[in-house]
Structures are given as structure tokens and as C-alpha cells.
């Protein structure tokens, strides 16, 4: 038994706007044609012819359809529209119906289309998810947007949030009055034993109101409270999320057992949720201040400060009251305090900090590809506009309104965007697990990177956008263009003329967008290629690292500390495979300096105007480790001890410092720690070290003293560091070094056993990263819009076809003819090269802060990239070129 | 080629509204009707007959409706309207007085 019905509308299509006017039709139809075919049959004509003959009038479905529509309608006054939009909404299902069937009819569309847009769907999904981790989502305090950091610097520096003091601190405390609390932390470096291993905590000592402050409830257990801060009484202890995993497999019943931390019992009293990282994302522990800090002096300045704003006092009101308390500790204190000043900064800002340019040039260039993304897919629909433009006329003879035509169309790139988007959200997944996994340190909150509702939430309002905007262009055309014309067999003039300057249009935007983004890319890979160039003045190459943190109670004394470097650069010398050990309280590039000030007896200088130098203790063997050259004088020996007279060498920015065109040797310096034990005795200057650098690649090296250890009389200073010169790869003599430390104490904790190259490689992962990311978007941007090239030029050649075989007829040779087409996107895509240089100039200050050694506006770079973008761009246009080549005239000419 | 087609649709809606004066008629009955009474010179199949049906129907000439008789299949019926009968006659009165113009002007017999 035939389906009349569905032989009938697989001829007609779309017959009527009115869905049951529609069906009603085509039954009848229907029926015509079985009483037909029964007749034929009947009349003694085989099935098959009979199918033929009853439907052959339905064949020309234009026709039909037209004719029907034209004999139909109106038919009844339109039935009043529902009040709110309801007819639109009424079509959804019927035009996604529609659009999916026609979708399926062109695979290979639909699959340029859905690729597309699902690679730049997916890449903003990703980085929003990112960005959402590390900048939107508020870290978990209560009213985050009330608590400030005190970023304390000297004047016309920008301040940091760890540069506080105790002493500075109390005084705040006691004067301030625009915040309800105010509470201060360091971090803290504690050795836990009792474990299967000894093992380094790192973590935070905090002021007892620093906790209610934040307003974090506690996991398990309580937080600190200012009770727990006293001078006597139990140590209190609150564990992070990780290290309470890490240690205690998350036992529930932690609460109140003790852990061993510095020798000394500290109970712990709470559990904080995993999204508590305060202040930095590696803080593991927190305990309270108590004794431990007492004495500190007001220039002793390695604290976080925090406090809440009271209600209704605004930040920039509790900075003017700042300014006046920081105004009075200044001409109270003016040794320590002069010159520095407080900035207030909301928590979150100065958190998210340095990760934030960086993330918005992600952003910038994940929305470039974007929009690569959308001019793609309009040209495709442009070009599909185009040969659609019978079957619009004749939707538009049924009485089809322009805006239902637009509404179509638009669902029709809806449906495509979405699919679109279900891939780009896999995209997302999968790129942020990549991120999550292989991003850097250095970025805070990295690792909440997740998909989540609000990323879902995100990528669906892209899609839309994604489906909308490339519609709209082809849509408004398809709308406007004639019924008549367009119905007409050939195609002609003015619609593809119109087609193809649309075209162009979106071209030039699509390779002035890919230059954009290839250039910042181009320019990050110059500064990351100059940063792994510098020289960091040492010769990293097969030396070992690692540290210990030597606390009470068994290193209590500076003489107890020495003893154990000592016994430790004994053992570690006899290590066969180990050329030469040396201890520096320093490692470069991974740990911080520890400035100091002092006084060179020939330089006076006024209090607050001293030179400051980061204080280095070393052993002698320090620079024949790490081959740094002694430019002047001698370096340190072994023979440099406690009991010989106390002596220095001072790196060349120190010199040039203090004595820019004198010979520093044989100057003398003293400290001005503001202890009189330790100010008190001059060192005598007795080599020059040439700069390394210690604070990072990408930062010049700061003055710097060096003196040996054993001279060392500070009590501070607790860590050490031990670099270790192998014969072969570093990495391989890690374990014998921790085993040979660990059998002078099997108590203390060694940590960051890394190569010095491992160092050099963290410290510029995150440059590595954003590089990387801008780089991977880069190429993204310029393969779509090699594709976009591609596809243009290919739908300008098909239509010029019988042009070309005319030029061809009349003598033109195929070389030329490919120089015709290759000419026509070498324009384009020159215009675009334009265009996105004056975009990557205007665009330049966002990149700004990300470069090193290279400046946001480069020739050589502009000029490598504008080469490349034409290759990439005139290669794409070869195809469609070679195929223009090939035509054979004669064919061309008859053919249409 | 396009006069006759023109020819042919205006005297297609006389022939239509005259075959359902008699009685309501489907459309498959109607195409086959004209077909035998002109002898094989006038004949409209699927994809012509159906657009002059929904004109008429449009213009209020004629109605369709869909009856279901037992044994057979839901055929849509085209009965005339009064307003299709008045139209009828005055179509007939302006076929006849056109004929007869033609008749004398260029001898042709009333059809």
C-alpha cells in the first residue's frame, strides 16, 4: 500500500503558512492521485509506470507550490495573533522541524558550520571557565567585598600585601576607626614530625580577629579565635581542605588531636572548606600569632595586614583616614616608616592581581576567534543563501511574512550554533581539564576551573549570539530580495554581485581579526623566546636545589643552624657524582629576598633615605657552584669564619649604587636592622659579584650582599637553601641528598628538591602558558580564516566561471587565470592585513604588562606576521585558483 | 501557448461551476469529467485542477468539505454556493454573448 501522502509532500514541500491548511492539501492531493494510480492500474498500466504517471504533474514543485499558494490565499482572515508573540513561539517547533530536515539534506554544511562554530564556542567556554574560576567567582568570605588588604610601600612604588609589620600593625589597630576589624598574618614555614615522614607545612600565623574577620565557618571544628591568639595556653591548630586529605585521609575525627609542628604540640581545633585559601593558594595551615612573633621591629616588614570596612564607610573614606594614620607613624618613626605609605585594595582585586591582564587578553583573543568563527559561518550562509534564494521566493509567494523568513532563517543557524555549542562545551570540558592540569602556579584558584551551571549558562548565551549574528547578514538579503527576480532560472547580476561584496566584507574582518590576534601571539612568543634567552648570570645546567627550614627547638640558636649547614656541606661534598655543595639563604629565582638596610661608612646618608641590599648568607663554595664570576677582588673562603674579621662582597648593583664610580673594595658597611647587637660592627667590602638573576628572568637583579655564613649573627634567616654542582643529571642524585641530610636529623623536613633548570622552567610556566594559550588561538584564528579565504574565493570562482571561460576562450592562458583569482584574494586579504594592524595597534595596551624585552608595537614582528597571513591566505585561495585554471572554456560557456 | 492556458483557466472555472450545479463532486470526479465530456481536449490533471478549486473556493463560488462514506476513503467534496450559482449564470449569459460575438465575426459554431 503506497503512502500517497508522503509521495505527494516529498514533491510539493511547503504549501501553505497555515499547518493544517497544509496537510489538508496535500491529502487531497493525495487522494487525487491514488484515485488516478487505481485507474491507470485498473486500465491494465504496471504499478510502477502508473506511480510515475499519477504524480509526474507534481514534479515541478516550484511550480506547484506556487500556483496553489497563489489560488489559496488568502484563504480566512488571519486568526488574531495571541497577545505576546505567541505565533512566533508557536512556529518554534515547526521551523526547528523544518531546519533540521534541511540541515540533514547538507551534511557537508552543516558540518563546516557546527565544526566551526564548536571550536569558538568551545575556546570562550574554556576561558570563561577559567575566568570565572580565578577572577568572577568571590573567594569564600563572608561579604568579601568589605574586606581589604594593606598594601604598604614606598612612595611611588606600588605596594605589596605582604609588606606589613607588627609594630605598624598595633598602631593601625589602635587608631583606625573606619573598619570593625582589622587583623594581620604571616606565613609561616612549620616543620611537622610525629608523621611517617618529616614534613614542611606551609602556612600562616594570624592575629586572632583575622578569622572572624573573614567570616569563613570552619568545615570541621571552629576557626581561630582571639582567644586562641593569648600569650599562654595551648597552640591552636586549623587545617586546609588538602593537607587535612593529605595527612589525615580526611579523617572526621581530627578535631582535637595533636600534630607536632617546630617540637612543640598544636591542637587541632578546625577544618576549613577546600575553597579557603588564605592568603595564597599553597596556604596549607593556620595558627595563631600567640609569642611567636614578639619583638619584631617596625621596619620587619613580611606581614599581610586585612581589616573590613564598618558599614557604610566607602573604601576611599577609610583610605583618607589611612593616610593620616600613616602620615603620623611617619614623623613619629622616621628611620623606619619614611617614605612608605598604605594603599587599600579590595582582597578579591589584589588576589586575582597579576592574573588579570593576562586572562582578559585570553579573553580578547578567544572573542576574536569567535567572531572568525561567526564571519565563517555568514559566508557559508551567504552562500547557501544564494541557491536558496528560489526556494525564499516561493516561501515568500505563500505569503510567508519577511519576518517569518528572517525567523526561519534564524532558527535555522540556531539549531546549527547550539549543536555548535553541545561540541564546544566538550571542547571546554576537555581543554579546561588540560589547563587545570598543565597551567601554572602562579595563577590563584586555577584548579576550581570547572564547568559549572554559570560556564553552561555562559556558553549558551554564546551560542545564541553564535546562531543570531552570522543570520542576520544573510537573512535581511534573503528578506529583501525580490519575489520575481528571483524566481527567474538564471541567477544573475546584482544578488551575487551584492552576495560576493558581502563576502569580501566579512574576509577582510576575518583576516584583519586572525592578523590581530597572530600578531600578539607573535609578540608573546618574541618575549617568551627573550626570556628564555637571558642569562641569569649563573650557569644552571646539572645543579640540584633543595631547602630545609631550620626552627626550633633543636635549631634555636644561629650557632645551632650553623652547625647543622655545616655537617650538611660535609656530607653533601662527599656524595660522589657532587663536583661542589654550597648553602645560600637565597636560592635565585625561587626564593624571596630578605632585604636589609645598611650604612656604608663612607655614605652617609638621613634615616629613611639608606641604601637597602638583599642580605645573602653563603657558604664560600657559593660562587665556584653556581660559576657566578667575581668581577673585583676576591671571593669568600673558607677561611672567612666567626672568629677572622667580618667581611662582605657585594654584587654590582650594589656597587654601582653606592659607589657608582669609586672601587668598593675596602669600603665598609654595617647593618642598620634597627637591633643595636647587629648594627653595631662594620664589614669590610672584599669582592665584587657579577649580577644574577635572583628575583626572576624578567626582573633586573636589586643590590645584593653576600656574606658568609659563618659570619652570620642574625637570628632570622631560618631557612637555607643547598645547590649542588653534579657531574650528571641532577635529578638522579635527589634521593641520596635527602638520605644523607636526613641521617644528620631525621627530623627535618627537606622540600623543593628541584634542577635549578626545573626552577628557571617554573618561574616563567605561567609566561609559558599565556603564551602557549595565545599562540594555540593564534593558529585557531588564522585556520578559519584560511577556511574563510578558501570558501569566498571558491564561491567568487563558481560564479565567474563562464567569465573566466570566456577570458579563456579568447586566449587567456590557466596561468594567468590563477593569477586573476590568486589577485583577487591577495586584495582582500591585503585590506585585511591592513585593517588588523591598525586593530593590533589600538589593541596593543592590553599586551603591554605580558611583554618582555619587546615592544607592543614591533616592525619585524608586524612584518613577519602580515607574511605569513598572506601565505596562509593566498595558499588558501590556490585550490579554488587551480580549479579556476582547469575549467575547460567550452564547456563553461555552454554549459549555463 | 500562454493565450490558451489563459483561454483554458477561464473556461475551466465555467466548466467547474457547471459540473457541480448538477451535484457535489470530488476533485478526481471532476478532472475525470471534463476529460470525457470535452473528448479528450480539455484536461486537467493534479497539478492544474486543484489551484482553480481553491480559487473558486476563495471567491466564495464553491465549498469543500470532507465527507467519509463507508467503504471508501475521506474525499473532499466541492458543492456550489449560492453566490456560485449567480456567478454560473452570469458567467453562461457573458460565454454565450462572447461566442456569439466570435460566431459572427469569425464564423465559429457555439460550442
Known sequence: MRDWKALVRARVGPLSLDGARDADIVAELAQHAADHFAELVANGIDD??????????????????????????????????????????????????????????????????????ALGIGANAAIF?????????????????????????????????????????????????????????????????????????FGARVSGSLFPLLGTPALLGRTIEPSDDGPSGDEALVLGYRVWQRLFAGDPNVIGKPLMLEGRPHYII???????????????????????????????????????????????????????????????????????????????????????????TLVAAVGFVLLIACANVANLLLARATSRSRETAIRLALGASRRRIVAQWLTEN??????????????????????????????????????????????????????????????????????????????????????????????????????????AGALLLKSYARLAAVRPGFDPAQVLSLKVFLTPPRYRTVAQNKQFIASALDRLN????????????????????????????????????RPAAGYRAVSASYFKTMRISI????????????????????????????????????????????????????????????????????????????APYTQRMFPWLRWTGFVLRTQSSPDGYARIVRQELTNIDPMQPIYEVHSLEHVIAQSVSTRR???????????????????????????????????????????????????????????????????????????????????????????PTVVGVATLVSGVAIAAAYIPARRAARLDPLTVIRGE | MSDDRELRKGSAELLILSLLEERDRHGYELAKLIDRRSGGELTFHVASLYPILYRLERKGLIQGRWVEKSGERRRRFYRLTAHGEKTLALQRRSWHTFFAALNRVARLRQA
Open chain 1, 414 to 519: 540556531l539549531v546549527l550554533s547550539l549543536t555548535g555549542g553541545l561540541f564546544g562545551v566538550a571542547i571546554a570540558f576537555a581543554v579546561t581539564r588540560v589547563i587545570v592540569t598543565a597551567g601554572p602556579p602562579g595563577v590563584p584558584r586555577l584548579d576550581e576551573t570547572d564547568v559549572d551551571v554559570a560556564v553552561l549558562a555562559f556558553t549558551f548565551g554564546i551560542s545564541l549570539v553564535a546562531g543570531v549574528l552570522p543570520a542576520l547578514l544573510p537573512a535581511f538579503r534573503a528578506a529583501k530580495s525580490s519575489t520575481s527576480s528571483s524566481l527567474k532560472e538564471g541567477v544573475g547580476g546584482s544578488a551575487t554581485t551584492g552576495r560576493n561584496r558581502a563576502g569580501a566584507t566579512l574576509i577582510v574582518c576575518e583576516v584583519a581579526l586572525a592578523m590581530t590576534l597572530a600578531v
Open chain 1, 129 to 201: 571557565s577559567v575566568v570565572r574560576a580565578v577572577i568572577l567567582r568571590p573567594p569564600p568570605y563572608h561579604d568579601a567585598s568589605r574586606v581589604v588588604a594593606f598594601l604598604n610601600g614606598k612612595t611611588g612604588a606600588t605596594g605589596s600585601i605582604t609588606s606589613s609589620s607588627l609594630p605598624d600593625y598595633e598602631d593601625w589597630r589602635r587608631q583606625l576607626t573606619s573598619f570593625s576589624s582589622i587583623g594581620i598574618l604571616s606565613g609561616w614555614t612549620f616543620n611537622a614530625t610525629g608523621l611517617d615522614l618529616p614534613e614542611r607545612l
Open chain 1, 574 to 609: 662527599q656524595i660522589s657524582g657532587v663536583e661542589s655543595a654550597a648553602a645560600i639563604s637565597q636560592v635565585p629565582i625561587s626564593d624571596p629576598s630578605s632585604t636589609q638596610l645598611f650604612d656604608a661608612e663612607d655614605k652617609p646618608t638621613a634615616p629613611g633615605d
Open chain 1, 631 to 706: 668581577v673585583r677582588g676576591r671571593p669568600l673562603t673558607d677561611d672567612d669564619r666567626i672568629d677572622t674579621p667580618l667581611v662582605v662582597v657585594v654584587n654590582e648593583a650594589t656597587a654601582k649604587r653606592v659607589w657608582p664610580s669609586e672601587n668598593p673594595i675596602g669600603k665598609r658597611i654595617k647593618w642598620a636592622t634597627g637591633v643595636p647587637q647587629f648594627d653595631s660592627q662594620w664589614h669590610t667590602v672584599v669582592g665584587v659579584a657579577a649580577d644574577v638573576k635572583s628575583n626572576g628572568l624578567d626582573r633586573p637583579e636589586a643590590a645584593a650582599i653576600y
Open chain 1, 270 to 360: 578546625g577544618v576549613m572548606p577546600a575553597r579557603f585559601r588564605f592568603p595564597t593558594d599553597d596556604t596549607e595551615v593556620w595558627a595563631a600569632i600567640k609569642n611567636n612573633m614578639t619583638g619584631m621591629p617596625r621596619n620587619g616588614r613580611f606581614m599581610a595586614a586585612v581589616a573590613r570596612l564598618k558599614d557604610g564607610v566607602s573604601i576611599a573614606a577609610a583610605q583618607t583616614e589611612v593616610d593620616t594614620v600613616e602620615a603620623q607613624l611617619e614623623a613619629a618613626y622616621p628611620d623606619t616608616n619614611r617614605g612608605w605609605r598604605v594603599r587599600l585594595g579590595g582582597i578579591h582585586d589584589v588576589a586575582v592581581g597579576d592574573a588579570k591582564p593576562a586572562l582578559l
Open chain 1, 48 to 117: 510502477r509506470e502508473a506511480e510515475r504517471l499519477a504524480l509526474a504533474p507534481l514534479n515541478d514543485r516550484d511550480r506547484v507550490a506556487l500556483q496553489i499558494a497563489g489560488a489559496d490565499r488568502p484563504r480566512n482572515p488571519a486568526p488574531d495573533p495571541p497577545p505576546s508573540g505567541g505565533t512566533a513561539l508557536a512556529n518554534i517547533p515547526r521551523d526547528v522541524r523544518y531546519a533540521v530536515r534541511l540541515l540533514r539534506r547538507s551534511p557537508g554544511f552543516a558540518a563546516a558550520a557546527i565544526i566551526t562554530l
Open chain 1, 769 to 859: 602558558f599565556h603564551t602557549g594559550l595565545i599562540d594555540l588561538f593564534a593558529a585557531l584564528a588564522l585556520g578559519l580564516a584560511s577556511v574563510g579565504v578558501y570558501g569566498t574565493i571558491s564561491y567568487w570562482v563558481s560564479e565567474r566561471s563562464r567569465e573566466i571561460g570566456v577570458r579563456m576562450a579568447l586566449g587567456a592562458d590557466a596561468r594567468s587565470v590563477g593569477m586573476m583569482v590568486v589577485g583577487r584574494a591577495s586584495v582582500l586579504t591585503a585590506a585585511g592585513i591592513a585593517l588588523g594592524l591598525a586593530l593590533s595597534i589600538a589593541t596593543s595596551r592590553l599586551l603591554t604588562t605580558l611583554l618582555f624585552n619587546v615592544q607592543p608595537f614591533d616592525p
